[in-house]
Nanobody, 126 residues
Framework: QVQLVESGGGSVQPGDSLRLSCAAS????????AAWFRQAPGKEREFVGA????????DYGDSVKGRFRISRDNAQNTMWLQMNSLKPEDTAVYYC???????????????????WGQGTRVTVSS
């Protein structure tokens, strides 16, 4: 099974950019669809975006469309989340997650995801 470790979180100002990384180990990352979810204090876990096994299909939550971009490099066993034009409402703990998927498959359903990282905190504040 795959283990996931996020990094790259921090405190930034509104309008800034930040890039999160998710390093995978212990499995063949190319067999997993992967995604980012986030959870703000007192709120449910929210879908941010997902990417298919080969990176050919992407899906994003409405609140981040046009600002965030997911990418992956299976040779490096790594996925990234590039976050631009950050807003205070983007403040949350961001989680990397994955599940074994067929080619081209992505999902925004949190229940599909079996493997989770420990999360990395992003704070957007002036």
């Amino acid at each position: 099974q795959v283990q996931l470790v996020e990094s790259g979180g921090g405190s930034v100002q509104p309008g800034d950019s930040l890039r999160l990384s998710c390093a995978a180990s212990g499995g063949s990352f190319s067999t997993y669809a992967a995604a980012w979810f986030r959870q703000a204090p007192g709120k449910e876990r929210e879908f941010v975006g997902a990417i298919s096994r080969a990176g050919t299909v992407r899906d994003y939550g409405d609140s981040v469309k046009g600002r965030f971009r997911i990418s992956r490099d299976n040779a490096q066993n790594t996925m990234w989340l590039q976050m631009n034009s950050l807003k205070p409402e983007d403040t949350a703990v961001y989680y990397c997650t994955a599940y074994v998927a067929v080619t081209g498959e992505v999902s925004s359903n949190v229940g599909r995801y079996r493997y989770w990282g420990q999360g990395t905190r992003v704070t957007v504040s002036s």
